[in-house]
């Protein structure tokens, strides 16, 4: 079945670094990708979205890539700061669906 | 400011004992959503309404009922037929019934007695 897949669950990165948070997806039939970030206790908060028209979409401090060629979904963080530790979540919504499915998170921790 | 509110922030639940979780919206969104989290994993979707007075499962409805009686709520109860019913409860809801850009409330952690 279709699922949206994390290379790595944890990710740590030194405070003012760049972050670079990964998501494979299995169904070539999405075109609606999003970016959730959650902090402990407390529910998804959106940051990105982006939909397969696109390759590159661009937020404040934060740029998705999605390379459909290889089916990659990526985050990247500008200069990493303590508040960005949290569980990122990457989700995908197939054209042919009405629901959203979602990654298993990535939790990304700041080194001082 | 508009938003999410769900209520309470933390449930007990007995064994046998059906409970609700609350989930009110002031967004004017037209669809809702109820999600289950469990430790270190994704959100699975238990049951979404995109009207008022109708509702559909999702992957994980067995255990779980809902109502949608205005626009502006959404309650889950959580019966006792779901036999493992901890967990953190997301509710969700969307401008329209495209399902895209969920906003989220924050949620209710329900454990077991």
């Known amino acids: 079945g279709e699922s949206v897949g994390l290379h790595l669950p944890t990710l740590s990165v030194q405070e003012g670094d760049n972050s670079i948070i990964n998501c494979a997806y299995s169904?070539?039939?999405?075109?609606?990708f999003i970016w959730y970030k959650q902090e402990s206790g407390k529910g998804p908060q959106f940051i990105i979205d982006?939909?397969?028209?696109?390759d590159k979409r661009q937020g404040q401090r934060v740029t998705v890539l999605l390379n459909k060629t290889v089916k990659h979904l990526s985050l990247q963080i500008a200069a990493t700061q303590p508040g960005d530790s949290a569980v990122y979540f990457c989700?995908?919504?197939?054209?042919?669906?009405?629901?959203?499915?979602f990654g298993s998170g990535t939790r990304l921790s700041i080194r001082p | 400011d508009g938003g999410i509110t769900q209520s309470p922030k933390y449930l007990f639940r007995k064994e046998g004992q059906n409970v609700t979780l609350s989930c009110e919206q002031n967004?004017?969104?037209?669809?809702m959503y109820w999600y289950r989290q469990d430790p270190g994993q994704g959100l699975r979707l238990i049951y979404y309404?995109?009207?008022?007075?109708?509702?559909q499962k999702g992957d994980i409805a067995e255990g779980y009922s809902v109502s949608r009686e205005k626009k502006e709520s959404f309650p889950l109860t959580v019966t006792s037929a779901q036999k493992n019913p901890t967990a953190f409860y997301l509710c969700?809801?969307?401008?329209?019934?495209?399902?895209?850009?969920?906003?989220f409330g924050s949620g209710t952690q329900l454990s077991v007695l």
């Open positions: 969700a809801s969307t401008k329209d019934r495209s399902n895209e850009k969920l906003f």
């Open positions: 169904n070539s039939a999405s075109d609606y």
């Open positions: 982006i939909r397969s028209n696109m």
């Open positions: 989700a995908e919504k197939p054209s042919s669906a009405s629901k959203i499915i």
């Open positions: 967004l004017n969104h037209d669809a």
């Open positions: 309404s995109q009207i008022v007075n109708d509702f």
